[in-house]
T-cell receptor, first 110, second 115 residues
């Protein structure tokens, strides 16, 4: 079963705009991770946020975590055409390997 | 450092045939994972190895899927016999250890088409 569910399923924006993706999950977690997948390729780790953290930054990425609402958001600022990809949240409950959501497909128009 | 290697990249077989995928993780990574990713969905864990022992295979369809990791390094995933619903991308990933705050490194995947 999918622990995390991303919203929206698809997002199309213009280059330079910000993109926000949301992830909701069901059970308590140790950490939550975001991955990017370009078409036809493997997943690349973007950022990890622990359950006791509320916000984390990495370059143009900003991740928030609200454990009371069991939700997380990924913000990509000043998007570029190269950011076009699918983005997945993955939860680590400590009981098994990561459980991935179904992903958000982001299209950045040049 | 070299990434996770997988082969073949693409495979087309007929239903009821058998197929095998190979994975070479990043050197020194004790934990290895196989995921199945159906088109339009996120990856689903099939099996997790810690060195050469199985940690979690609860979602592996054991009547047709098998996996092994000899000597705690390379791994193979086999499907026999294949069904149409096995068409998917099979991803191998590795990580340094099974602990808090680890990230997984993924290979490029093997795209399987069962006709």
């Amino acid at each position: 079963s999918q622990q995390g569910e991303e919203d929206p399923q698809a997002l199309s924006i213009q280059e330079g705009e910000n993109a926000t993706m949301n992830c909701s999950y069901k059970t308590s977690i140790n950490n939550l991770q975001w991955y990017r997948q370009n078409s036809g390729r493997g997943l690349v780790h973007l950022i990890l946020i622990r359950s006791n953290e509320r916000e984390k930054h990495s370059g143009r990425l900003r991740v928030t975590l609200d454990t009371s609402k069991k939700s997380s958001s990924l913000l990509i600022t000043a998007s570029r055409a190269a950011d076009t990809a699918s983005y997945f949240c993955a939860t680590d409950t400590g009981r098994r390997a990561l459980t991935f959501g179904s992903g958000t497909r982001l299209q950045v128009q040049p | 450092e070299a990434g996770v290697a997988q082969s073949p990249r693409y495979k087309i077989i007929e239903k009821r045939q058998s197929v095998a995928f190979w994975c070479n993780p990043i050197s020194g990574h004790a934990t290895l994972y196989w995921y199945q990713q159906i088109l339009g969905q996120g990856p689903k864990l099939l099996i997790q190895f810690q060195n050469n022992g199985v940690v979690d295979d609860s979602q592996l369809p054991k009547d047709r899927f098998s996996a092994e990791r000899l000597k705690g390094v390379d791994s193979t995933l086999k499907i026999q016999p294949a069904k149409l619903e096995d068409s998917a991308v099979y991803l191998c990933a590795s990580s340094t250890h099974r602990g808090l705050g680890y990230e997984q490194y993924f290979g490029p995947g093997t795209r399987l088409t069962v006709t």
